[in-house]
């Protein structure tokens, strides 16, 4: 399977949140409530904030043929935001692909490390690739409680 990696474009919002919304309730839904992916997945609802993360951030697409398989975005030079693969695409090294560029592009932005707030599921593939976990924390996300660790690597 033929991977290629490129920037996120506004027009791709829709193809995004549905890929977010479906792998929260198929992937994230082993460590979370019902009622905590019915909360998550009601975020991929404002389009507006989509597209301005696409617009402002550092967000790139991981493509197969026409299909976006994965999708990952860097914020604030060197916080790693987002990392959602295609629930049907998973275990294929898409997230590998995407975290390596994000992690090459908070470099070059002038970092010597990465931070992030990875979900329950994500901590085994972010512990794989040298991240540290720093913390458990719960963060409250519209009047819900989610657990989830603070994360960081130095390169
Ligand atoms: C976590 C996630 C991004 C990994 O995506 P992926 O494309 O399947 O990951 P890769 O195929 O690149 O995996 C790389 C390595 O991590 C391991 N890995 C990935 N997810 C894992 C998991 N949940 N548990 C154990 N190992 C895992 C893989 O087995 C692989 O190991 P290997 O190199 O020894 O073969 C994906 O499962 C996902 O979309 N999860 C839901 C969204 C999410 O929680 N995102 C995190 C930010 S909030």
Known sequence: ??????????????ELTTLF?????????RDYSEEQIKHWISSA???PKWEKRIKSWYF????SGKTIVG????????????????HK???KGIATLLADRIEKQAETNGFDSVHSDVSLTARKFF?????????????????MIFENY??????
Do not use: C, W
């Open 71 to 86: 999708f990952a975005y860097l914020n604030d030079g060197n916080y790693f935001d987002g990392l959602f693969v295609h």
């Open 45 to 47: 609802d404002d389009i």
């Open 89 to 91: 695409y998973q275990g």
């Open 127 to 143: 512990e794989k690739r040298g991240y540290t976990i720093e913390a458990l924390q719960q963060k409250t996300f519209r009047g």
């Open 60 to 63: 790139i697409v991981a493509e």
């Open 1 to 14: 399977m033929k991977i290629v990696l490129r920037k996120a474009d506004p027009d791709d919002v829709f």
């Open 21 to 29: 919304r479906e792998t929260v309730s198929h992937i994230n839904s």
């Open 150 to 155: 603070i994360v960081s690597k130095k390169f």
